[in-house]
């Protein structure tokens, strides 16, 4: 079965320093996603990509954030000077044209980001 | 507006009870209202979803009611498992957008 995968799965950082997740959306999916959650609480979503170009993004995706599909399978989302509230589980999320008549959306197993 | 707002935060069962976890949603331009179920270190994953033009849909043991007039809806468990131990998500999405709005979440423990 396709799935989306994400790497690195864990990622420990010191404040200030630039992180960039990385993401491989299922190959012919055509919307792109990142969602967030802190330990704990809700999932959150950040950012949606479709065309090489942002489509819609939500208040936490500040100038400190940015996202890129650099070739033809990987997605990234590159935090620029991390802090500390930016540890959570980062989710990468892909969806086709349609997914049967829902438009599912596939998550990946996330990316645990810690900063110290 | 946007938020979408579950209940109860946690719940234990025995081994073949019906678990009842309720979401409420206050936009009526959503038109989509999925389940995600999440295990530990694991990314969420579709379980269940419904449109608001029907009130009930049913997937093996897991059915959503959908209460349009009230903006509710509800996720129950028929002959729960140990195995269906797990944080349970609702969430809503407008449009035919990816964008999700979630609830908070419920951990479900179902006890053998």
């Known amino acids: 079965e396709p799935e989306v995968t994400q790497t690195p799965s864990h990622q420990v950082t010191q404040m200030g320093q630039e992180v960039i997740l990385r993401c491989v959306p299922i190959?012919?999916?055509?919307?792109f996603y990142w969602y967030r959650q802190i330990l704990g609480q809700k999932v959150e979503f950040l950012v949606s990509?479709?065309?090489?170009?942002?489509?819609?993004k939500s208040e936490i995706f500040d100038d400190q954030f940015s996202v890129e599909r650099p070739d033809g399978s990987n997605f990234t989302l590159k935090i620029r000077s991390t802090k500390l509230e930016d540890s959570a589980m980062y989710f990468c999320?892909?969806?086709?044209?349609?997914?049967?008549?829902?438009?599912?959306?596939?998550f990946g197993e996330g990316s645990r980001l810690t900063v110290l | 507006q946007q938020q979408v707002k579950q209940s109860p935060q946690s719940l234990i069962v025995q081994k073949g009870g019906i678990p009842i976890i309720n979401c409420a949603y206050e936009?009526?331009?959503?038109?989509?209202f999925p389940w995600y179920q999440q295990f530990p270190g694991k990314g969420p994953a579709l379980l269940i979803a419904?449109?608001?033009?029907?009130s009930e849909k049913k997937e093996g043991r897991f059915t959503i009611s959908f209460n349009k007039s009230a903006k509710q809806f509800s996720l129950h468990i028929m002959d729960s498992q140990p195995g269906d131990s797990a944080t349970y998500f609702c969430?809503?999405?407008?449009?035919?957008?990816?964008?999700?709005?979630f609830g908070q979440g419920t951990t479900l423990q179902v006890k053998p």
């Open positions: 990509f479709y065309n090489n170009e942002i489509s819609e």
């Open positions: 999320a892909s969806r086709g044209r349609r997914t049967g008549n829902t438009g599912e959306l596939f």
């Open positions: 419904i449109r608001p033009d029907v």
């Open positions: 190959s012919n999916h055509l919307y």
């Open positions: 936009n009526t331009a959503f038109d989509y």
């Open positions: 969430a809503a999405r407008r449009d035919n957008t990816g964008k999700l709005i």
